[in-house]
């Protein structure tokens, strides 16, 4: 079995692993590293701490954001617009709970069994306190938190400047540009071209910059790029430093009404920011969402700077499925890297013909058509 894998984001990497390891014969096409997409994220861990986008509770979260001077919005998708707008406060599709669920222990169990074998990545299920400046904000996620302790512990916790924080023991953390890296050392099999692809189409045939080639199944995960093939998606660009210096953290910390984040590392502190709804490249942001981190954590010196993009769909939760010769595999959002190894096992299953769509997860997969990356 031929397969192609368009995209070396985490979802990708994915994708390529569980088919290498179904035996498929794989190529993988990522014009930049592995990893290359995806690595300026915090690299927290917390697949059950997903919301939907299609809410009011989001829509004031983003007001919150934007006051801080941490959102900005300058072009969205229209289609995805319209489609969240047309479903706001809708009740979620059913079996989305039992979906989510398992495709969040699906990805916290392939995350630690990885570690297991060798832990080159610094995973670390410390746990993560999320700190709230509102009041309001805080008393709603509280509640929200307490009503589905018995599956996901939280500690309210007093934290001294704040309004109140949250603290989840279940959540782990990892580097992502050292899991990139594992990643790379795991896909021995995989035929990786340093390539971008031009055009995928429903047959299943390839157009990338070495050429044109054919494939039995071909996963495109090119993010919010798999807006070209048919998904309503949307990208919320956001920015990760990496900083040297004292910081004094010793678990990972979510400043939830900033829309910072900052993970400690030994030696170094992992900081992240910004929701600009924007689907250009262009990092007009930077600056202000530097001066609200620097405002929240020390930022003594800073190694490096990258920019990615979160893949929303309408009600931000993943989306994956198959027609024809394409599988699409996208929509992780704020959590992609949460939902990485489950989406990309979805994807690889899809792809060996070993699994059909899945209503839920196929919900916004029903116009899959060939099209231009
Ligand atoms: C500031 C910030 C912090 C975040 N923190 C977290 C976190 O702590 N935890 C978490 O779970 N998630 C986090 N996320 C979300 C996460 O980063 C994204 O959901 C994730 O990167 C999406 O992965 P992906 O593989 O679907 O797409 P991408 O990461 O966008 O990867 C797509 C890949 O496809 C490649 N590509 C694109 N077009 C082509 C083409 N034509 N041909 C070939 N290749 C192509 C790109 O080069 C890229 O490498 C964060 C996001 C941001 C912005």
Redesign the pocket.
């Known amino acids: 079995m031929k397969a192609a894998v368009?995209?070396?984001?985490?979802?990708?990497l994915f994708t390529a692993w569980y088919l290498e390891r179904e035996g498929a014969d794989v190529t993988l096409?990522?014009?930049?590293p592995l990893g290359?997409?995806?690595v300026?994220?915090?690299?927290?861990?917390e697949p059950a701490n997903a919301y939907r986008t299609n809410t009011l509770a989001f829509l004031r979260r983003v007001g919150r954001l934007w006051r801080r001077g941490t959102c900005t919005f300058r072009r969205c998708d229209g289609r995805w617009l319209f489609e969240s707008l047309h479903q706001l406060e809708r009740p979620p599709l059913e079996g989305m709970d039992d979906c989510l669920h398992e495709m969040a222990e699906t990805s916290t169990a392939r995350y630690a069994a990885f570690a297991r074998e060798r832990n080159d990545f610094q995973y670390t299920p410390s746990g993560v306190l999320e700190r709230y400046d509102d009041a309001r904000h805080f008393a709603h996620e509280r509640d929200l938190a307490l009503a589905r302790q018995s599956h996901f512990p939280v500690e309210v916790r007093a934290s001294e400047g704040d309004a109140g924080a949250l603290f989840f023991p279940g959540v782990s953390w990892l580097h992502t540009e050292q899991f990139a890296e594992r990643m790379a050392r795991e896909l021995v099999g995989t035929h990786v071209v340093h390539r971008?692809?031009r055009r995928v189409d429903l047959d299943g045939t390839v157009l990338s910059d070495a050429g044109p080639s054919t494939f039995d199944a071909v996963a495109v995960?090119?993010?919010?790029?798999c807006r070209s093939l048919g998904v309503p998606l949307t990208g919320v660009?956001?920015?990760?430093w990496h900083t040297r210096g004292p910081h004094g953290l010793s678990v990972a910390v979510i400043f939830e009404d900033r829309g910072i984040?900052a993970v400690p590392f030994a030696g170094e502190l992992k900081v992240?920011?910004?929701w600009d709804f924007d689907l250009s490249t262009s990092p007009y942001q930077v600056e202000r969402v530097l001066r609200t981190a620097r405002g929240s954590v020390p930022l003594d010196t800073i190694l490096d700077f990258k920019q990615?993009?979160?893949?929303c769909t309408p009600d931000g939760l993943p989306t994956v499925g198959r027609k024809a010769g394409l599988v699409v595999a996208?929509g992780?959002?704020?959590?992609?890297?949460?939902f990485g190894p489950a989406l990309g096992r979805h994807a690889a299953l899809l792809c060996l013909d070993r699994m059909r769509n899945q209503p839920f997860l196929a919900r916004f997969c029903g116009e899959l058509h060939s099209g231009n990356?």
């Open positions: 368009v995209g070396g984001g985490i979802v990708g096409f990522e014009p930049g290359a997409g995806s300026h994220a915090a690299g927290i861990i971008r692809v995960c090119t993010g919010v790029g660009r956001g920015y990760g984040a992240t920011g910004g990615g993009s979160r893949p996208t992780g959002f704020r959590l992609g890297w949460s990356l």
